[in-house]
């Protein structure tokens, strides 16, 4: 009997567990709405910061070019408007371009209040060498930061069970920062 209470605390406590981290950008920092595509243009740096966490982010690229692979990492994304409606993204290594897409308006993407979002959607499954099973979510959006980088934002998280008993549910934002280099095309 003895040990039977300490192990109900536990198993209440993993059963109303939960997570919730948030690597955003301070808020003084945070954002500027988007107001038209003229704002975007620029060349940007292809690798990213994450400044709570202090470290690299994903290659820009990753997103603007996420069936393409480099032999290296561009450095540089410009940014150009050869239309009114429609946003180019070169990526750049060594000064040469590797790779070209272009954006168009109201087909490829949409400004929702000052923001850009990205479609990810929702995710489920269990790796078969893992021990618990879930459902999750990730969205992302693009927005400019007050001092004109571009700032990729990331909210994820997700429910599951593990060991088929305990359930658990957690929550994340990360902010990815773009530096903008040059602010025309």
Not at 8 to 37: F, M, T, Y
Request: hydrophobic letters at 45%; aromatic letters at 8%; proline letters at 5%.
């Amino acid at each position: 009997m003895k040990n039977t209470i300490p192990f109900l605390a536990v198993v209440c406590l993993a059963l109303l567990a939960g997570c919730v981290a948030d690597n955003r950008i301070p808020s003084a920092e945070r954002e500027r709405k988007i107001v038209g595509l003229a704002e975007l243009a620029g060349t940007y740096r292809n690798v990213g910061w994450c400044p709570a966490l202090e470290c690299d982010a994903a290659p820009l690229t990753d997103v603007l070019f996420p069936r393409k692979r480099f032999a290296q990492v561009p450095d540089k994304i410009c940014v150009t408007l050869p239309g009114r409606k429609t946003v180019r993204c070169e990526a750049l290594a060594d000064g040469a371009v590797v790779a070209v897409r272009e954006f168009v308006e109201g087909r490829d993407f949409r400004i929702e209040d000052g923001r850009i979002p990205i479609s990810v959607g929702p995710a489920a499954g269990a790796a078969s060498d893992s021990a618990s099973v879930g459902v999750g979510f990730k969205s992302k959006v693009l927005f400019l930061s007050s001092t004109g980088d571009v700032v990729l934002s990331t909210h994820s998280g997700g429910v599951g069970v593990f060991l088929m008993f305990l359930p658990y549910a957690g929550t994340g934002y990360d902010d990815s920062v773009y530096k903008r280099i040059e602010k025309k095309g």
